[in-house]
T-cell receptor, first 114, second 111 residues
Framework: AQSVTQLDSHVSVSEGTPVLLRCNYS??????LFWYVQHPNKGLQLLLK??????LVKGINGFEAEFKKSETSFHLTKPSAHMSDAAEYFC????????????FGTGTRLLVSP | EAGVAQSPRYKIIEKRQSVAFWCNPI?????LYWYQQILGQGPKLLIQ????????DSQLPKDRFSAERLKGVDSTLKIQPAKLEDSAVYLC?????????FGPGTRLTVL
């Protein structure tokens, strides 16, 4: 079975500093990987996805992630944090082909201080 | 384009009562999903529909949970009877291709 491990439950940064949210995956197949963001009382929003094309994936709001097969990692980064980035972030792996089943990590809460 | 709609947004019931949630997916999306998100955890898939057929319900507690998707559009998820451990946010999602789009969720509190 496929799984993801988010290495940090909480990450705190100052506004304007870089963001790094770490994710490792386990997969028997060539995985599809996603990052979703969840703001309080709002639905999950897709930030970016990797589906076996370019290993460096650019998403919305300045986020990007790099797929590293040798390290089984898919870390999320942003050069400069904004206050509005404060939210819960989920790393997700897709299991199977066709009818897609998503397996979510436990989430990383990003805190941004002024 | 309208997103995935869910209602109600909040529900408080006592244990052993029944409750139902409703979801209206994005127009044209054939695949619909129900997830359970317990506080502090990532969402867990309960059931997946392709049109009005069930693709995967392996993690649905079938002794108390049921779901249907009549006519391949709207869907309802029911819990009967509810237990304290069912307190969670219930998320509905729909997809066309490899991207799932999520609704705002229904927060259920079982007292």
């Amino acid at each position: 079975a496929q799984s993801v491990t988010q290495l940090d439950s909480h990450v705190s940064v100052s506004e304007g500093t870089p963001v790094l949210l770490r994710c490792n995956y386990s997969s028997s197949y060539s995985p599809s990987l996603f990052w979703y963001v969840q703001h309080p009382n709002k639905g999950l929003q897709l930030l970016l996805k990797y589906t076996s094309a370019a290993t460096l994936v650019k998403g919305i709001n300045g986020f990007e992630a790099e797929f590293k097969k040798s390290e089984t990692s898919f870390h999320l980064t942003k050069p400069s944090a904004h206050m509005s980035d404060a939210a819960e972030y989920f790393c997700v792996v897709s299991e199977g082909r066709g009818f897609q089943k998503l397996v979510f990590g436990t989430g990383t809460r990003l805190l941004v201080s002024p | 384009e309208a997103g995935v709609a869910q209602s109600p947004r909040y529900k408080i019931i006592e244990k052993r009562q029944s409750v139902a949630f409703w979801c209206n997916p994005i127009s044209g999306h054939a695949t619909l999903y129900w997830y359970q998100q317990i506080l502090g955890q990532g969402p867990k898939l309960l059931i997946q529909f392709q049109n009005n057929g069930v693709v995967d319900d392996s993690q649905l507690p079938k002794d108390r949970f049921s779901a249907e998707r009549l006519k391949g559009v709207d869907s309802t998820l029911k819990i009967q009877p509810a237990k304290l451990e069912d307190s969670a946010v219930y998320l509905c999602a729909s997809s066309y291709g490899d991207t799932q789009y999520f609704g705002p969720g229904t927060r259920l509190t079982v007292l």
